[in-house]
């Protein structure tokens, strides 16, 4: 089993930014690939990206392109998501997920662990 918890979400202003962690516990996750994924009131989650079990390789949404990095640092067992020049749009509750796979994963249903969510808001 893998627990994830997920801080660093916020309020901030649009333009701003943000950086979340996501951190594991009960086993390490190093050799697993980790989805980010948002989710805002009365829309379905959607992927926002994903990063490789070695962190060589990363995916994003093209509505974060540009705007946003995926790192990892295994021996902290925690992976990251900054978040640059944030648009209102952005407002949404953001997961980290854990997959079986080590490679890139976007679909939601091919990961298997879950974190509990952070709430980052981004104001006009």
């Known amino acids: 089993q893998v627990q994830l918890v997920e801080s660093g979400g916020g309020l901030v202003q649009a333009g701003g930014s943000l950086r979340l962690s996501c951190v594991a516990s009960g086993r390490t996750f190093s050799r697993n690939a980790v989805g980010w994924f948002r989710q805002a009131p009365g829309k379905e989650r959607e992927f926002v990206g994903s990063?490789?079990?070695?962190?060589?390789?990363?995916y994003y949404a093209d509505s974060v392109e540009g705007r946003v990095t995926i790192s990892r640092d295994n021996k902290k067992n925690t992976v990251y998501l900054q978040m640059n020049s944030l648009k209102p749009e952005d407002t949404a509750v953001y997961y980290c997920?854990?997959?079986?796979?080590?490679?890139?994963?976007?679909?939601?249903?091919?990961?298997?662990?879950w974190g509990q969510g952070t709430q980052v808001t981004v104001s006009s």
């Open positions: 997920a854990a997959s079986p796979y080590d490679g890139l994963v976007m679909g939601l249903s091919e990961y298997e662990y």
């Open positions: 990063i490789s079990w070695n962190g060589g390789d990363t």
